[in-house]
């Protein structure tokens, strides 16, 4: 069964920490945001610098005017695109709490009467890109914080690869119990590794002082004016500090925009900024070796804990990474973007916590795919950048109109607003896209994947619903047609799951056809889902009567929930309509999809969209509908 999205009936509304938690309520969502938002960002400084400036000297001894035109470089791009543009403009683009691609997708488009497809089109690219992103940060964090092991003894470089691919398989191999029992764990580690990265740029800050004089953006000319090939490359690795940022509006919805803000401006940007200094001044003290510097500069005793809280880092990090994929795979599949998948909750206190053993287990394979492919992570850096920088691009598009449609602001603040973060995103974006041979093909690959298989399931669902309306008779007119001439009646409740409401469930004609009997009350059911995540009780449920026999209902819910339609249907008593789970059955129609010549796509198209269909989570399972109390009636369809 196909879901409908509607428009959104309910005001725009401030996240939820605007309840203003104070004290240790306030210093827990912090702590909590650490642990999840800024696990990706926070393992930049492992690779980043490391990885602009060998792009900066061409893999020679790296001068004062790489070191500071690369620093600037990071400083400026953290702040220009993560304080200035998700800190003070994104993050307010809530979806009445919810942030993420997608609902930045529905807040946008439910600005238009019409709903545009271009707005879906950029939805679905968004998106594909974020699960581009999921494949591959937990490759390279995970790879590169073991490399720190080489670091430690070059004994143990020929098992870097294959630790990481261990410590992938348990990550992996958990996520079925949930982050629940662990998240508590997550805020500290993560803040105890900002805290040691901070203090370690810090000390070595005093090899060499001047390196402060980076924060002019004067350097960035001066580094950029080298050679138009060389300012290229550069560029495309500096963005490796900033890939992350686009977490911090993800995980709105989990923590609201206060805490993730505080974290930022109070440990986050402070510590990273420290630690780039510190990598800065450590390889200007050592003449331009640059060699490894985030682990270099850990001389010593604290060497070997440095190494494994990275390890620890980087875990949390991927960990956070996957749970976006699972709430993102969640949210498109209420929006009819995806097939419905199996959703398992792993927490019965918070909503957001679930685990989705088929998507977990694509993301596992790809990750390690990844890892055996490319080795090291210098080499999956290139792989890693196109994937970010076409999401922001896109978050850029989506938030100008939201920022002109529904918060009304004037266009030349806008346009403004719009050309300075389209340019930097651009100007990021060409950096990266040309090294698609160098590694850049394994996010396109995943992206082309994710986008032929939504668009496909969209178009192919379009064109479904198109067909059978075009075969079933109007439910009004069937209904006025049973009054007249009723057939034979047996006590009880029939309820016909159906996508359009106006027209008879084919469920119901078949039973008509081969049963000749009717319940005594009969329910046409259809679900949508609202363009909001949530949706209160009282906007849950709606009965419309049509005659003694027939009545129709519409159970809304948010693409951010579970629908459970025995639940929402008990809410019908407060209307009138008498909901008793154990005198009620509930009729499915299961179709059996064969290819046809004219369904309006291509035959290979019908085929992988039929197989798409196939793969489906049983509709009995995702509507949480007791299966004794289920009837499916096959049909068979050409599409």
């Keep these: 069964m196909s879901h409908t999205q509607v428009p959104a009936d309910l005001p725009h509304k401030d996240q939820p920490d605007e309840a203003k938690p104070t004290g240790h309520g306030a210093f827990a969502l912090m702590l909590g945001a650490l642990g999840v938002v800024y696990g990706d960002i926070g393992t930049s400084p492992i690779y980043a610098f490391r990885e602009a400036l060998n792009a900066a000297s061409a893999g020679q001894p790296a001068t004062e005017e790489h070191i500071f035109g690369v620093l600037s470089l990071i400083v400026w791009a953290l702040t220009l695109i993560v304080t200035i543009k998700y800190i003070a403009f994104v993050m307010r683009a809530d979806n009445h709490g919810e942030g993420g691609i997608l609902s930045l997708m529905a807040l946008a ?3 238009f009467t019409k709903r545009p497809a271009a707005i879906l089109v950029l939805g679905i690219f968004g998106a594909s890109l974020f699960f581009g992103d999921a494949v591959i940060t937990p490759a390279i964090s995970v790879l590169s914080a073991v490399e720190g092991m080489e670091v430690v003894t070059p004994a143990f470089e020929p098992y870097v690869v294959p630790i990481t691919l261990v410590i992938l398989a348990v990550l992996f191999s958990v996520q079925r119990f949930g982050t629940g029992k662990v998240a508590t764990v997550f805020g500290p580690i993560t803040a105890l590794w900002f805290g040691a990265i901070g203090v370690s740029g810090l000390i070595h800050i005093l090899d060499a002082p001047a390196i402060l004089h980076a924060i002019n953006p004067v350097y960035i000319f001066s580094i950029l004016s080298i050679s138009p090939g060389v300012a290229v490359v550069t560029v495309g690795a500096v963005f490796l500090a900033v890939t992350g940022a686009e977490a911090l509006y993800a995980d709105l919805g989990h923590f609201g925009r206060k805490p993730i803000v505080r974290a930022w401006l109070w440990i986050v940007f402070p510590c990273l900024l420290l630690n780039y200094f510190g990598q800065g001044a450590f390889v200007l003290a050592r003449g331009g070796q640059i060699g490894h510097p985030f682990f270099e500069m850990n001389a010593g005793w604290t060497l070997i804990p440095m190494v494994v809280l990275a390890g620890a880092a980087t875990v949390i990090a991927s960990q956070a990474v996957i749970s976006g994929a699972f709430s993102l795979v969640r949210q498109a599949v209420q929006l009819n973007m995806l097939p419905r998948f199996e959703i398992q909750h792993t927490s019965e206190k918070q909503s957001g916590q679930i685990y989705l053993p088929r998507v977990n287990f694509l993301l596992a394979v790809g990750v390690m795919l990844l890892v055996v492919g490319f080795q090291e992570s210098g080499q999956l850096a290139s792989a890693y ?5 076409g999401n922001m691009l896109v978050t850029t598009i989506l938030l100008t109109i939201v920022m002109r449609r529904i918060w009304k602001w004037r266009l030349a603040f806008v346009v403004a607003c719009g050309v300075t973060f389209g340019l930097i995103d651009i100007g990021f974006f060409a950096s990266n896209i040309i090294k698609v041979l160098d590694g850049g093909w394994a996010s396109i690959a995943v992206a082309a994947l994710i986008i032929l298989v939504m668009t496909t399931w969209v178009r192919g669902s379009r064109y479904l619903f198109e067909k059978t309306r ?4 109007p439910l009004d007119f069937l209904a006025s047609s049973l009054a007249k001439k009723k057939p034979p009646t047996v006590p009880g409740t029939a309820v016909f799951l159906t996508s359009d409401p106006l027209s008879a469930p084919t469920a119901l004609m078949h039973s008509l056809k ?24 009282s906007a849950r449920a709606k009965v419309e009567p049509i005659n003694e026999t027939f009545v129709r209902i519409t159970l809304t819910f948010g693409y951010m929930e579970q629908p459970h339609i025995p639940r929402a249907l008990a809410i019908c008593r407060k209307q009138g309509w008498k909901f008793d789970i154990m005198t009620t059955s509930f009729f499915l129609s299961r179709r059996s999809l064969k290819p046809s010549p004219n369904s309006g796509m291509p035959l290979w198209q019908d085929r992988l969209f039929i197989a798409l269909a196939r793969t489906a989570a049983d509709a009995t399972e995702y509507f949480q509908i007791p299966t004794g109390r289920v009837v499916e009636i096959g049909t068979q369809v050409a599409i």
């Design 109 to 111: 488009r439910g600005s």
């Design 385 to 389: 950048g196109i994937s970010v920088t």
């Design 470 to 473: 075009k075969n079933e008779i």
């Design 514 to 537: 081969h049963y000749k009997v009717l319940h005594q009350h009969n329910a046409i059911l259809s679900v949508i889902t609202a363009s909001e995540p949530t949706v209160p009780e």
